[in-house]
């Protein structure tokens, strides 16, 4: 044997091998303190005894590798030395091997050797595995794809002792076998894997393996930390599970099957007040043991070649259990000896080889060894065409085209079935499938199963259900539940739901019953259709379900079921179907987690995700982590989303995940934390359009302009193609920072892109027009509302309808809500604003009513809308309504607070306002403002300037409309000195140029006291030209103080200013009569009659009973006008009376 033994004595037992192992697949070469870690876990062992220990083992392997091992040392004494006592049969007459020779028993074949060996427990499960993939008979698969250490012989007997134990459950038994665990769950063996020949084992959705399989590809394509060494003395006949040697390569080149408990030995981390474990999970360890089990065939393999008696079989098994873990390395060894000693002329071992290299996808090597091969059947170019297809779709057609060239052999079905999936993938079933599918007929194999159910999944995928898929399934002789299943496919896949379920009433009344992909393929068609009928579908499949107790009992039936009643919106059963469930995988805890998000339940999400992680069974993976960073954000708690992130960074095959990563950066974005978007941006490794959509999204609605752009340009300078999504960034972008000349470019690149027509999702559109709408530009809008005649959607009408109340434009908004068909809160809560905004009070408060006639809630928004009627009636009864519902509601909204106090604030309530300012804990500059603006509505300067030292006090910085709020406050109460301390403010502690509107609140402050002069001279001085705001003050503080001579300036500058208004007229007219120059007057009214200007009468209202009674100036319309007219002219006659002191 090539490992000796470790000097001063120092003996390596099994314990301390399997410690050993462990140890070496937690710890990587980049681990700090590695050897002294691992020394660590390895009782008894010293630091220099690992490293000793390790440098001689990989001398072995590479000794191995390299073909220089003298074959007689593998059969020696010495090197078997106690192989058998420590884990050979367990019984007397097991096979040690300990004084074995190379002469005599080397004849024997190894898997005659293997008979008196005892089955382990991990080959107990996977035959477990096997059976629930093939299940019982085919014990030829299980052997090849699952317990590749035991013939198919070997595989039925073990089966058939296992279920003579299981239906003698209940009997008492003397002691326990390993034929009592019935299910991968029940110990080491977290979740189902599948064959490790790298085929899935249909448990999880598509995607979801998809996501597995290359966050695994990515781990395999990282260097390997490292040879780690073989155990010291195994045993030959006795299964190791030491860590893998050199020639074995990186235990992490398998892909990973859907939904795997990924978990690896870190840090504890904290879910709250939980302590987030991360239990050490079996999967790396069960491929790290596969592979071992490849290595100690591998050995054998060797001892195999040095005998006189060569058993080709056993020699092909070796090879074929290289290929099922993807250990290249060991098959070309493998492949140099056995080509040396000229073996390869064996058929089986030729085949056995070729197949090596397909399934590691070494595809030139597997074509040389083609072209070297003597006897090609439809075998071997059927294994070529296999790994073909894996690789490249058009190299496989090519090679197709090649075998239909020649005389022999012809291809088989198993061909056909090969090489139709490619067809689909290529896009060319409409061509290419159809010529094959002539050429089946012609070679009369329409009829066989396994090609009729090729053509059936063929046709489904393209496309083409009718009438192809139809006749390719009628033709097949015997349909088996595959060729029902592909039928079932097809009809969901292509949205044909009434025809999916005909089919599978049409399928019950078969002889062939559903399987778990039947039930799987059904229920989300059930889920799809309409609300009336899908619940009740779902509950019959479910009823069926449950009359047959191996589909009850199946995890993916389960989980099909449950996701049926989520997506149904029945959480009630989903979660007690969940609860009741036997056996959970992570697929279950997944499918619940992610069913209580989409359902809004988003508390329920995250407890759910808190239990996954208390139990330990499972460790959550890539889909996991995925589902629950939304639920996080959705919840406002940025500390589990962070502790997650954590546990991402921690484990190598999440944060190597892209789907990972872009949910990172969505959860930072949602909270406005650009930089750490950015952070784990840059950690996603191979970023897809997902990953740059969501960093540009993340930063769009920030003030980080030049951050935005950068990325923009790394974007387009990577060659990615944009996709509507993008532009939906970039259109927000140009909306709340370049304004709509940048948009119209944007909506110019899009038409040339063709990003405008797509029929089905017209949200870039719906995204254009309400850009355009936000900008302003209604004209742009409407043009955009207009070409999306087709695909108008509920956001298209809301978009357009907010288009129009920015504008102003009241007749055009109630046209369009006239159109409308369907309306949702939004509509009405927009209705609501626009009517708000054009002071059409009675008309709003309806709409509000009707909203709460049509059983719908109203929001905060609604709310937010309403409060300003409130304030134009100056109904307080109506603003406290609007309170109670707030609270009742729990609408919380801080906006929505400051919007509360500061109408009661304007409907004079100040001590309503100062309460809900007092109630409110997190006060920001918002609320600050709201009831400064109160007290300078009521003239209370000193308790508003108490105010905003209060908010200096939190560290609050004030802004432009805080100041200019301030300012009036100081206006309204004559504060003359403090209001001229905080315009110098501005600029002097706060470093920012004050607006035309803060200069026109120092003008106000002067001219109400009377310093016209000084207020004159600010004006003059301004750096900034004075605008008609500005000199209508000082022109009405000049009325007011009766100076006329600064007054006619001021008018002068006014009309320069703004000559269409009729205010300003009417202003001017006042002074020239309050001067007594009425010739002024007179030319000032023939002025206006002149340009057609009109003042608007007077309007008052009043509140009797609930019911809004308006009145104008001169109006002579109002049905009880006599009635109040006389009681208008008693209180005038009671006035006039003299009253006694």
């Given at each position: 044997?090539?490992?000796?033994?470790?000097?001063?004595?120092?003996?390596?037992?099994?314990?301390?091998?399997?410690?050993?192992?462990?140890?070496?697949?937690?710890?990587?070469?980049?681990?700090?303190?590695?050897?002294?870690?691992?020394?660590?876990?390895?009782?008894?062992?010293?630091?220099?005894?690992?490293?000793?220990?390790?440098?001689?083992?990989?001398?072995?392997?590479?000794?191995?590798?390299?073909?220089?091992?003298?074959?007689?040392?593998?059969?020696?004494?010495?090197?078997?030395?106690?192989?058998?006592?420590?884990?050979?049969?367990?019984?007397?007459?097991?096979?040690?091997?300990?004084?074995?020779?190379?002469?005599?028993?080397?004849?024997?074949?190894?898997?005659?050797?293997?008979?008196?060996?005892?089955?382990?427990?991990?080959?107990?499960?996977?035959?477990?595995?096997?059976?629930?993939?093939?299940?019982?008979?085919?014990?030829?698969?299980?052997?090849?794809?699952?317990?590749?250490?035991?013939?198919?012989?070997?595989?039925?007997?073990?089966?058939?002792?296992?279920?003579?134990?299981?239906?003698?459950?209940?009997?008492?038994?003397?002691?326990?076998?390993?034929?009592?665990?019935?299910?991968?769950?029940?110990?080491?063996?977290?979740?189902?894997?599948?064959?490790?020949?790298?085929?899935?084992?249909?448990?999880?959705?598509?995607?979801?393996?998809?996501?597995?399989?290359?966050?695994?590809?990515?781990?395999?394509?990282?260097?390997?930390?490292?040879?780690?060494?073989?155990?010291?003395?195994?045993?030959?006949?006795?299964?190791?599970?030491?860590?893998?040697?050199?020639?074995?390569?990186?235990?992490?080149?398998?892909?990973?099957?859907?939904?795997?408990?990924?978990?690896?030995?870190?840090?504890?981390?904290?879910?709250?007040?939980?302590?987030?474990?991360?239990?050490?999970?079996?999967?790396?360890?069960?491929?790290?043991?596969?592979?071992?089990?490849?290595?100690?065939?591998?050995?054998?393999?060797?001892?195999?070649?040095?005998?006189?008696?060569?058993?080709?079989?056993?020699?092909?098994?070796?090879?074929?259990?290289?290929?099922?873990?993807?250990?290249?390395?060991?098959?070309?060894?493998?492949?140099?000896?056995?080509?040396?000693?000229?073996?390869?002329?064996?058929?089986?071992?030729?085949?056995?080889?070729?197949?090596?290299?397909?399934?590691?996808?070494?595809?030139?090597?597997?074509?040389?060894?083609?072209?070297?091969?003597?006897?090609?059947?439809?075998?071997?170019?059927?294994?070529?065409?296999?790994?073909?297809?894996?690789?490249?779709?058009?190299?496989?057609?090519?090679?197709?085209?090649?075998?239909?060239?020649?005389?022999?052999?012809?291809?088989?079905?198993?061909?056909?079935?090969?090489?139709?999936?490619?067809?689909?993938?290529?896009?060319?079933?409409?061509?290419?499938?159809?010529?094959?599918?002539?050429?089946?007929?012609?070679?009369?194999?329409?009829?066989?199963?396994?090609?009729?159910?090729?053509?059936?999944?063929?046709?489904?995928?393209?496309?083409?259900?009718?009438?192809?898929?139809?006749?390719?399934?009628?033709?097949?002789?015997?349909?088996?539940?595959?060729?029902?299943?592909?039928?079932?496919?097809?009809?969901?896949?292509?949205?044909?739901?009434?025809?999916?379920?005909?089919?599978?009433?049409?399928?019950?009344?078969?002889?062939?019953?559903?399987?778990?992909?039947?039930?799987?393929?059904?229920?989300?068609?059930?889920?799809?259709?309409?609300?009336?009928?899908?619940?009740?579908?779902?509950?019959?499949?479910?009823?069926?379900?449950?009359?047959?107790?191996?589909?009850?009992?199946?995890?993916?039936?389960?989980?099909?079921?449950?996701?049926?009643?989520?997506?149904?919106?029945?959480?009630?059963?989903?979660?007690?179907?969940?609860?009741?469930?036997?056996?959970?995988?992570?697929?279950?805890?997944?499918?619940?987690?992610?069913?209580?998000?989409?359902?809004?339940?988003?508390?329920?999400?995250?407890?759910?995700?808190?239990?996954?992680?208390?139990?330990?069974?499972?460790?959550?993976?890539?889909?996991t982590i995925v589902s629950i960073l939304p639920v996080c954000a959705q919840l406002n708690n940025s500390t589990v989303g962070k502790e997650i992130h954590g546990y991402v960074l921690r484990h190598a095959y999440l944060l190597e995940d892209t789907s990972v990563g872009n949910a990172l950066v969505s959860f930072y974005a949602r909270f406005g934390d650009t930089s750490a978007a950015y952070s784990a941006f840059s950690l996603i490794s191979k970023k897809d359009i997902i990953s740059w959509n969501a960093i540009l999204d993340a930063y769009a609605d920030t003030p980080k302009h030049s951050r935005f752009m950068n990325l923009l340009r790394h974007f387009f300078d990577e060659g990615i193609i944009s996709d509507s999504v993008t532009i939906l960034s970039i259109v927000k972008f140009c909306t709340n920072i370049l304004g709509v000349g940048k948009v119209k470019e944007v909506h110019g690149y899009s038409v040339k892109a063709g990003l405008l027509h797509n029929e089905e999702e017209p949200m870039l559109g719906n995204a254009l027009l309400d850009a355009y709408a936000k900008c302003g530009n209604v004209d742009y809008a409407q043009r955009i509302f207009q070409g999306l005649s087709k695909r108008r959607t509920l956001v298209t009408y809301n978009s357009m309808l907010s288009g129009y109340a920015n504008s102003g434009s009241q007749d055009d908004a109630q046209l369009l809500f006239r159109e409308m068909s369907t309306t949702d809160l939004t509509t009405w809560s927009l209705m609501v604003r626009i009517y708000a905004e054009s002071c059409c009070s009675s008309e709003a408060i309806d709409v509000f009513r009707e909203i709460q006639a049509r059983g719908m809630r109203p929001n905060t928004v609604t709310i937010m809308n309403l409060l300003p009627v409130c304030a134009q009636i100056a109904s307080l009864h109506l603003v406290r309504q609007c309170h109670g519902y707030i609270i009742r509601g729990g609408l919380g909204d801080i906006r929505l607070k400051g919007t509360l106090l500061d109408v009661y604030a304007k409907c004079g309530s100040l001590k309503n306002a100062y309460s809900v300012f007092q109630l409110e804990a997190h006060k920001d500059l918002v609320m600050f403002t709201s009831m400064i603006a109160g007290y300078a509505v009521h003239g209370m300067g000193e308790e508003a300037l108490m105010i905003y030292s209060r908010m200096l006090d939190l560290g609050i910085k004030p802004d432009h409309v805080?100041?200019?709020?301030?300012?009036?406050?100081?206006?309204?109460?004559?504060?003359?000195?403090?209001?001229?301390?905080?315009?110098?403010?501005?600029?002097?502690?706060?470093?920012?140029?004050?607006?035309?509107?803060?200069?026109?609140?120092?003008?106000?402050?002067?001219?109400?006291?009377?310093?016209?002069?000084?207020?004159?001279?600010?004006?003059?001085?301004?750096?900034?030209?004075?605008?008609?705001?500005?000199?209508?003050?000082?022109?009405?503080?000049?009325?007011?103080?009766?100076?006329?001579?600064?007054?006619?300036?001021?008018?002068?500058?006014?009309?320069?200013?703004?000559?269409?208004?009729?205010?300003?007229?009417?202003?001017?007219?006042?002074?020239?009569?309050?001067?007594?120059?009425?010739?002024?007057?007179?030319?000032?009214?023939?002025?206006?009659?002149?340009?057609?200007?009109?003042?608007?009468?007077?309007?008052?209202?009043?509140?009797?009973?609930?019911?809004?009674?308006?009145?104008?100036?001169?109006?002579?319309?109002?049905?009880?006008?006599?009635?109040?007219?006389?009681?208008?002219?008693?209180?005038?006659?009671?006035?006039?009376?003299?009253?006694?002191?």
């Amino acid at each position: 044997m090539i490992v000796e033994e470790v000097s001063d004595g120092s003996v390596w037992s099994r314990e301390d091998d399997i410690a050993f192992e462990r140890a070496l697949a937690s710890y990587t070469d980049e681990s700090e303190e590695k050897w002294e870690k691992i020394a660590a876990d390895v009782p008894g062992k010293s630091v220099e005894q690992i490293k000793e220990h390790y440098e001689v083992l990989v001398e072995d392997v590479g000794r191995i590798e390299s073909g220089c091992v003298p074959l007689p040392d593998y059969g020696s004494p010495e090197g078997s030395n106690g192989y058998g006592d420590d884990g050979g049969s367990g019984k007397k007459g097991g096979n040690s091997h300990a004084g074995e020779s190379n002469q005599g028993s080397k004849a024997k074949s190894e898997q005659e050797r293997r008979k008196g060996i005892a089955w382990t427990e991990d080959e107990h499960r996977l035959f477990l595995l096997g059976l629930d993939k093939y299940g019982k008979g085919d014990w030829r698969s299980i052997s090849r794809n699952f317990v590749v250490t035991r013939t198919p012989t070997q595989v039925a007997s073990h089966a058939q002792k296992y279920f003579i134990r299981l239906n003698s459950m209940n009997k008492d038994r003397r002691r326990s076998s390993i034929h009592d665990i019935t299910s991968v769950g029940d110990a080491d063996v977290s979740t189902p894997q599948g064959p490790i020949t790298g085929q899935n084992n249909n448990n999880g959705s598509t995607a979801v393996a998809g996501g597995a399989n290359k966050s695994a590809k990515q781990a395999a394509s990282q260097p390997p930390p490292g040879p780690p060494p073989m155990y010291g003395t195994p045993t030959i006949g006795q299964p190791v599970t030491g860590p893998l040697v050199s020639a074995v390569g990186t235990p992490v080149s398998l892909p990973a099957p859907p939904h795997l408990a990924f978990g690896v030995s870190g840090a504890p981390m904290n879910m709250g007040q939980m302590p987030y474990t991360t239990p050490r999970t079996p999967t790396a360890h069960r491929i790290f043991r596969g592979k071992m089990e490849v290595l100690r065939q591998f050995v054998q393999s060797f001892r195999l070649l040095s005998g006189s008696g060569v058993d080709h079989r056993v020699l092909s098994d070796v090879v074929k259990a290289c290929a099922s873990v993807s250990e290249l390395r060991s098959g070309r060894a493998l492949h140099g000896c056995v080509a040396k000693l000229g073996h390869l002329g064996c058929n089986e071992v030729s085949k056995s080889v070729l197949n090596m290299y397909a399934k590691c996808r070494r595809m030139d090597d597997c074509k040389k060894m083609f072209r070297q091969m003597n006897s090609i059947d439809p075998v071997v170019w059927n294994i070529v065409l296999t790994g073909l297809s894996h690789s490249c779709a058009h190299e496989t057609m090519r090679f197709f085209k090649g075998m239909l060239f020649e005389d022999e052999p012809k291809p088989s079905s198993v061909t056909f079935a090969i090489v139709l999936p490619v067809c689909v993938r290529l896009g060319s079933a409409a061509h290419n499938g159809k010529v094959l599918h002539s050429y089946i007929t012609k070679m009369g194999l329409e009829k066989d199963t396994l090609v009729g159910n090729a053509l059936v999944s063929m046709y489904a995928k393209s496309g083409f259900v009718l009438p192809d898929a139809y006749i390719a399934f009628d033709n097949i002789a015997d349909k088996d539940v595959v060729s029902w299943n592909a039928f079932i496919a097809g009809f969901s896949e292509n949205n044909m739901k009434a025809d999916a379920l005909r089919l599978f009433s049409t399928m019950l009344k078969e002889p062939v019953e559903p399987n778990y992909a039947t039930i799987a393929n059904i229920l989300p068609v059930c889920a799809s259709m309409d609300k009336s009928i899908a619940y009740g579908s779902g509950r019959q499949i479910h009823g069926y379900v449950v009359q047959r107790s191996w589909l009850q009992s199946h995890v993916n039936v389960c989980n099909s079921l449950v996701s049926f009643y989520l997506r149904v919106g029945r959480i009630g059963e989903a979660a007690s179907l969940f609860m009741t469930m036997g056996s959970k995988d992570l697929v279950s805890w997944n499918v619940v987690i992610a069913g209580y998000a989409s359902n809004c339940e988003w508390s329920k999400a995250l407890k759910l995700f808190q239990k996954l992680v208390h139990k330990g069974d499972v460790s959550p993976d890539s889909v996991t982590i995925v589902s629950i960073l939304p639920v996080c954000a959705q919840l406002n708690n940025s500390t589990v989303g962070k502790e997650i992130h954590g546990y991402v960074l921690r484990h190598a095959y999440l944060l190597e995940d892209t789907s990972v990563g872009n949910a990172l950066v969505s959860f930072y974005a949602r909270f406005g934390d650009t930089s750490a978007a950015y952070s784990a941006f840059s950690l996603i490794s191979k970023k897809d359009i997902i990953s740059w959509n969501a960093i540009l999204d993340a930063y769009a609605d920030t003030p980080k302009h030049s951050r935005f752009m950068n990325l923009l340009r790394h974007f387009f300078d990577e060659g990615i193609i944009s996709d509507s999504v993008t532009i939906l960034s970039i259109v927000k972008f140009c909306t709340n920072i370049l304004g709509v000349g940048k948009v119209k470019e944007v909506h110019g690149y899009s038409v040339k892109a063709g990003l405008l027509h797509n029929e089905e999702e017209p949200m870039l559109g719906n995204a254009l027009l309400d850009a355009y709408a936000k900008c302003g530009n209604v004209d742009y809008a409407q043009r955009i509302f207009q070409g999306l005649s087709k695909r108008r959607t509920l956001v298209t009408y809301n978009s357009m309808l907010s288009g129009y109340a920015n504008s102003g434009s009241q007749d055009d908004a109630q046209l369009l809500f006239r159109e409308m068909s369907t309306t949702d809160l939004t509509t009405w809560s927009l209705m609501v604003r626009i009517y708000a905004e054009s002071c059409c009070s009675s008309e709003a408060i309806d709409v509000f009513r009707e909203i709460q006639a049509r059983g719908m809630r109203p929001n905060t928004v609604t709310i937010m809308n309403l409060l300003p009627v409130c304030a134009q009636i100056a109904s307080l009864h109506l603003v406290r309504q609007c309170h109670g519902y707030i609270i009742r509601g729990g609408l919380g909204d801080i906006r929505l607070k400051g919007t509360l106090l500061d109408v009661y604030a304007k409907c004079g309530s100040l001590k309503n306002a100062y309460s809900v300012f007092q109630l409110e804990a997190h006060k920001d500059l918002v609320m600050f403002t709201s009831m400064i603006a109160g007290y300078a509505v009521h003239g209370m300067g000193e308790e508003a300037l108490m105010i905003y030292s209060r908010m200096l006090d939190l560290g609050i910085k004030p802004d432009h409309v805080f100041i200019t709020t301030l300012l009036t406050a100081c206006c309204h109460a004559g504060l003359i000195q403090d209001g001229l301390h905080i315009f110098d403010s501005i600029r002097t502690v706060y470093g920012i140029n004050p607006t035309m509107e803060q200069y026109a609140s120092v003008v106000d402050l002067l001219a109400r006291r009377g310093r016209l002069d000084d207020a004159y001279a600010f004006v003059t001085e301004m750096p900034v030209e004075p605008n008609e705001n500005i000199w209508g003050t000082l022109l009405r503080a000049c009325i007011t103080y009766n100076r006329m001579d600064l007054g006619r300036l001021a008018a002068n500058h006014l009309l320069e200013a703004e000559s269409e208004d009729i205010g300003n007229y009417v202003l001017i007219s006042n002074m020239y009569a309050a001067d007594g120059k009425w010739e002024g007057v007179k030319e000032l009214r023939k002025l206006m009659k002149k340009k057609e200007m009109k003042k608007p009468a007077g309007c008052s209202w009043l509140d009797v009973d609930g019911k809004m009674n308006v009145f104008m100036s001169g109006d002579s319309s109002h049905p009880r006008r006599n009635s109040m007219f006389d009681v208008l002219n008693a209180l005038f006659v009671q006035m006039k009376e003299p009253v006694a002191f």
